[in-house]
C-alpha cells in the first residue's frame, strides 16, 4: 500500500475506530469505506451469561450482601479520593463475589471482547460515545450499568436517535439514576394522598443535556412540564413478588393527569404516549440536531471542529429524522473530518485498547478495570450525568499516569514483538523521526514497547 | 601496563595468564548444595567506570576528572597493582578482601554489534550471534545437569524475579517467578526517555509529564549535574538513589528469601534496568555511582539473606555490553564492547582480577574507541557451570553454549 494511502487508512482507524489490530492487514483503496464497512458488520449476540435488566436486577437485589457491600464501597471511594499520587492496588473493589459486581464483570468482559476483536471498531466507539452522552453510573445501579448499554444504547447506534431516546429514558437504570422512579405528579394520586411530589432531574438532563443542550433557550416552566409528562415512568420495586420487579412500568398512580405545554406543544394523549410524544418531539427539535452535531464532531474530530462540518451534520439530523446511521456516514465521508493535524487526545479507554489491538494482547478484564479507573476514566462511572468530559485538556493531565500503564502492558506483550514492527502496523508513517528513534534507542526490548506506547501519536487521534 | 606481564591473545593457554593469586585447589564438594544467580544488567555497564585500570599510564588523561582516580573528592579503591574499584562499592571492596569477588575485565560476548536488543539476546541466549531466541543459556544447563546429583534433584526449577521471565531462563525447563503486587512504577530513566521524545513531537504532553516527575525543576537547573546547586544535586540524587536502592532491594532480597530455603529454587535470573549512561554518566558522584551504591547495597543484603547458603552460592553479575572509551559531548558515554563482570559468592574463589589487559592506547581500542576484549564471558560460565554445578562439560559445549570452540572453560573459579 502506498504511503499516503497507509496514512491514510491508519489516520482513519484511529480516529474513528480503536486503532489497527496486529494480527489484520488493512489492505483498502478507500479509507472512507472502509471505515464505514463497519457499520454494516453485524454484531453476535451476546454472550449466553449476560442477563436482561430485569433479571440482573433480580438477582442483585436477592443477595443482601450486596447492600453491605455497598457501604464499604462509598467508604472506599472517599478513601481513594484522597490519595494525591499513590498508585492503587491492583485488588479488586469491595463489591468482588457479590452477584451485582459479577453481573457488572461479565458485561464489562464482553463489553472488551468486542472492543478488542473488532476489526475497525467504529460500531464500538459509537457505543461509547452514546453511552455517554446518555450515562448512567454503576455505582448507583452496578447490576444494571453493563445492560443499560447493551440494551438501551448498542441496538440503536445505526438506527434514530429518537428510538434510541425512548430506549434510554425507559431504562431501569436511567430512572433509577436520574430519580424518577418516586416522581409523583402534584395533583396524581399519589401526589395527593400521600403528599409527594415531583423530581425534575431526570427532565432537566433530558433537555439540557440529551436532547435540546444547554443554549437552546428552554425555561423552567418547560422542565417542570416535561417532568409532569414523565411522571409515573418508574421502575417496579425490585423487593416486589412479582416477575416483573426490577422492570419498567409506568405507574398511572403517579402520573400527573391533564395535558402539558412543552415548547410552546401541547401534549394530552394517554398514559405513556404522551411522554414518549414529548421525547419524539424533542428528538425532532431544531436545537436538537445542532447539540448532537457538536457534539458528535467534538467526539470524533477536534474540540473545534468545523463549522462547515458541524452545519452538515445538523442539516442531516434534521432532514433523515435523527437517523445515526446517516448521520455517521456524513461524518466519515466528511474532508473536514480528516485533518492530518491530530489534536483530540485519546480518553483512556480508548488508549488502552489502542495499545492492546496494537500489540496483540488481552491483558484481562480486571486490568483494564483497574487501569481505566487509575487513568480517571472508570468503566461505567462517569462524574455526573454529563458524562466524562469530552475536551482534550481534561485528559491532558493523566497522561503521566499513563506511562505506568504502559509499562505494564509492555510487561505483558510475549517476547516475540519487535517495537519497530509493531510501531509500523500501529503508527506507520504517522510516526514522526523522533518518535522513531527513541523507541529504537531504548535499553531493552521492554522499555522500546513502553516507549511506543507512550508515543505522542499514540495519544492523539 | 606493566612491563612483567605479556599480551597474548586468549585461547593459547587458559588458565596460565591468570597468575596473581596462589594456585586454586580443585575440589568436588559431593556435600555442597549448591546456589547459581545470574543478575543481568540491561543497558550496557561502563566496566571503566565501575572498575578502573588505575596502573594503565594511559588511563588519567582518557577521562580526566570524570574518570576514577585514587586521589580526589571520590577517591575509589585499590584492588591491586592495576584496578580500583569505584568508591560506591564499599561491600564489593570487602567481598575482594575476603576473597569471596572475582572481578574479571575487558571481557565480552560474541556480539561486535551495538544494539542493545541483539547484545542481551546474545548474552542470554548462549548462542553466538543474535536471533535465535527460543531459550536461554541457564535454562538449558538447568535441563543438562548430571541427573541423580544432588545439584538436579535440588534444582527443579529456575527463579526469576519480576513480571517478566527474562530470555535466559526461558526454554523447557520449567520457571517459578514471584513478583511484587502492586503496579510498579516507572523507571526515571523510561520518564526521561519519554519526556525527550516529546520535547521533539508534542511540547504540550512534554509539559504535562515534566509537571509530574518535577523535571521542570531541574530543567531550569540545568542539565550537567555539575551547574546544579549542590542542594539542588542532593535532591534530585537522592531521590534518584531512594528509587534504586529500593528496586535493587526489593529484587535481590525476595530472591535470597527463596533461595535460601531447603526446599526453595537453586538457580535463577533477575534483571536491574538502567544502566544506559549516555549522558551524564556521573562515575563520581552521579548517576552510575548512585546505581553502583544501590547494586553494592543490594548485593551485601543479598549475601545476609543468604545466611547459612552463602558459603554454596555463585553470583554472576553480567551485562550485555560496556561503553566508550572517551566521554561525549553530555558528559556519557556511548555504546562499546568490553567491560566487566563479577564472581560474587561464598563459593568463589575470589580476591583477585581476571583480565588479560589489552591497553588503553588508541593502536589498542576496538575500533579506535573502544576496550578491546581479551575474554569471552562464556568461557567464565563455562567454569562455573563445570565446577560449580557439576555439569559435564561436554554438555556445556553441546548444548548449553553451542559453537562456543573460541571460548574455552576457565577452571579454578569454585572452591
Redesign the interface.
Known amino acids: 500500500m502506498d504511503s499516503h494511502l497507509e496514512e491514510e487508512t491508519l489516520l482513519g482507524l484511529h480516529r474513528f475506530g480503536l486503532g489497527p489490530r496486529s494480527d489484520l492487514q488493512y489492505e483498502n483503496s478507500d479509507p472512507k469505506e472502509l471505515i464505514l464497512g463497519d457499520l454494516q458488520r453485524l454484531q453476535g449476540p451476546p454472550a449466553p451469561a449476560l442477563k436482561d435488566s430485569g433479571v440482573a436486577s433480580r438477582e442483585a437485589f436477592a443477595n443482601r450482601q450486596d447492600r453491605r457491600a455497598e457501604q464499604k464501597r462509598q467508604r472506599e471511594l472517599r478513601l481513594s479520593g484522597l490519595k494525591q499520587d499513590g498508585i492503587p492496588p491492583i485488588a479488586s473493589t469491595a463489591m468482588a463475589g457479590t452477584p451485582a459486581a459479577l453481573i457488572l464483570q461479565d458485561e464489562a468482559d464482553w463489553r472488551y471482547d468486542l472492543a478488542l476483536a473488532a476489526p475497525v471498531g467504529l460500531q464500538e466507539r459509537l457505543v461509547w460515545f452514546w453511552s455517554n452522552h446518555f450515562c448512567v453510573n454503576s455505582l448507583k445501579t452496578p447490576a444494571l450499568a453493563g445492560a443499560f448499554e447493551r440494551e438501551a444504547i448498542r441496538p440503536f447506534v445505526a438506527g434514530r436517535f429518537g428510538d434510541m431516546l425512548s430506549a434510554v429514558i425507559k431504562h431501569p437504570a436511567m430512572i433509577a439514576y436520574l430519580d424518577n422512579q418516586r416522581s409523583a405528579g402534584p395533583n396524581s394520586e399519589t401526589g395527593l394522598s400521600r403528599n409527594r411530589g415531583l423530581n425534575e432531574n431526570l427532565a432537566r438532563e433530558i433537555l439540557e443535556l440529551h436532547t435540546l443542550g444547554v443554549e437552546a433557550g428552554y425555561t423552567q416552566a418547560d422542565v417542570t412540564a416535561l417532568a409532569k409528562i414523565i411522571s409515573g415512568w418508574t421502575v417496579i420495586p425490585v423487593q416486589e413478588t412479582t416477575p416483573l420487579a426490577g422492570e419498567f412500568s409506568f405507574d398511572r398512580r403517579l402520573h400527573e393527569p391533564g395535558s402539558q405545554t412543552l415548547l410552546g406543544m401541547k401534549f394530552d394523549q394517554e398514559g405513556l404516549d404522551k411522554g414518549e410524544a414529548a421525547l419524539q418531539a424533542l428528538a425532532r427539535s431544531p436545537s436538537t440536531a445542532s447539540h448532537i452535531a457538536r457534539k458528535f464532531a467534538r467526539h470524533f474530530v477536534s474540540d473545534e471542529s468545523a463549522p462547515a462540518l458541524v452545519d452538515r451534520l445538523a442539516a442531516n439530523f434534521r432532514d433523515r429524522d435523527g437517523d445515526l446511521n446517516e448521520l455517521t456516514k456524513v461524518l466519515v465521508s466528511s474532508p473536514e473530518a480528516w485533518l492530518s493535524r491530530r489534536d483530540k487526545i485519546r480518553r483512556p479507554g480508548e488508549w488502552l485498547m489502542a495499545c492492546c489491538r496494537g500489540l496483540g494482547i488481552n491483558p484481562g478484564t480486571r486490568f483494564l478495570l483497574d487501569s481505566q479507573k487509575f487513568l480517571g476514566e472508570p468503566l461505567w462511572q462517569p462524574p455526573g450525568p454529563n458524562g466524562f468530559s469530552d475536551d482534550s485538556t481534561s485528559w491532558l493531565e493523566g497522561i503521566g499516569q499513563r506511562l505506568d500503564v504502559a509499562v505494564r502492558l509492555s510487561q505483558m506483550a510475549p517476547v516475540s514483538i519487535d517495537a519497530d514492527a509493531a510501531m509500523n502496523a500501529i503508527l506507520g508513517p504517522l510516526a514522526r523521526p523522533e518518535t522513531r528513534q527513541a523507541v529504537e534507542r531504548a535499553e531493552s526490548r521492554m522499555q522500546s514497547l513502553t516507549i511506543l506506547l507512550m508515543a505522542a501519536e499514540l495519544h492523539r487521534r | 601496563m606493566p612491563s612483567n606481564l605479556t599480551r597474548r591473545r586468549f585461547g593459547l593457554v587458559a588458565g596460565s595468564l591468570f597468575a596473581w593469586g596462589s594456585q586454586p585447589r580443585l575440589s568436588r564438594a559431593t556435600t555442597r548444595d549448591p546456589r547459581f544467580l545470574v543478575v543481568l544488567l ?3 555497564v561502563d566496566g571503566l567506570g565501575v572498575v578502573a585500570p588505575i596502573g594503565d599510564p594511559d588511563w588519567a588523561s582518557l577521562r580526566g576528572d570524570r574518570g576514577l582516580s585514587l586521589d580526589g573528592s571520590h577517591p575509589a579503591m585499590r584492588l591491586d597493582p592495576m584496578f580500583a574499584i569505584n568508591s560506591a562499592m564499599p561491600h564489593f571492596a570487602r567481598f575482594f578482601s575476603d576473597r569471596q569477588l572475582l572481578i574479571a575485565h575487558a571481557l565480552a560476548t560474541p556480539y561486535r554489534e551495538r544494539s ?2 541483539d547484545a ?1 539476546d546474545v548474552l542470554e541466549s548462549g548462542m553466538p550471534t543474535a536471533g535465535v ?1 527460543d531459550s536461554g543459556w541457564l535454562n538449558r544447563a538447568l535441563t543438562a545437569l548430571a541427573p541423580g546429583d544432588q545439584v538436579a534433584t535440588l534444582s527443579r526449577e529456575l527463579l526469576t524475579i519480576g ?2 521471565p527474562p ?1 535466559i531462563v ?1 526454554g523447557a525447563a520449567p520457571i517459578i517467578s514471584w513478583a511484587p ?6 523507571s526515571d ?3 526521561m ?2 519526556l ?3 520535547q ?3 511540547p ?2 512534554a509539559r ?2 515534566a ?3 518535577d523535571l521542570i525543576q531541574i530543567a531550569k537547573t540545568g542539565v550537567s549535574p555539575a551547574d546544579q546547586t549542590a542542594a539542588a544535586a542532593t535532591g534530585e540524587n537522592s531521590r534518584l538513589g531512594q528509587h534504586f536502592r529500593n528496586q535493587f532491594q526489593e529484587a535481590l532480597t525476595n530472591a535470597a528469601r527463596f533461595m535460601s530455603q531447603p526446599s526453595g529454587p537453586r538457580i535463577g535470573a533477575i ?1 536491574l ?4 549512561t549516555h549522558a551524564d554518566e556521573g562515575a563520581l558522584s552521579g548517576r552510575l555511582s548512585i546505581m553502583l551504591d544501590a547494586l553494592d547495597g543490594a548485593m551485601a543484603g543479598f549475601a545476609k539473606g543468604m545466611q547459612n547458603a552463602w558459603s554454596d552460592t555463585v553470583v554472576a553479575i553480567v551485562t550485555e555490553f560496556g561503553r566508550t572509551v572517551r566521554i561525549n559531548g553530555t558528559h556519557g558515554t556511548d555504546h562499546g564492547l568490553a567491560t566487566v563482570a563479577f564472581l560474587l559468592g561464598g563459593a568463589v574463589n575470589g580476591g583477585r582480577m581476571m583480565a588479560d589487559w589489552p591497553g588503553l592506547r588508541p593502536a589498542d581500542l576496538h575500533e579506535g574507541r573502544e576496550l578491546r576484549s581479551t575474554l569471552d564471558l562464556r568461557s567464565l560460565m563455562k567454569g562455573v557451570l563445570a565446577e560449580h554445578l557439576h555439569i559435564d562439560p561436554a554438555r556445556i559445549d553441546q548444548t548449553v553454549f553451542p559453537q562456543s570452540g573460541e571460548a574455552p572453560m576457565i577452571r579454578g573459579l569454585v572452591r
Not at chain 2, 181 to 186: E, K, N, S, V, Y
Not at chain 2, 273 to 276: E, F, R
Open positions: 540491561r543497558g550496557g542493545h536488543f542481551q531466541r513480571p517478566v530470555l526461558r503486587t502492586r503496579l510498579p512504577a516507572a530513566d523510561t520518564l526517555r519519554v525527550g521524545m516529546y521533539h513531537t508534542d504540550v504532553l504535562t509529564v509537571r509530574r516527575a534483571t534496568d538502567g544502566w544506559d
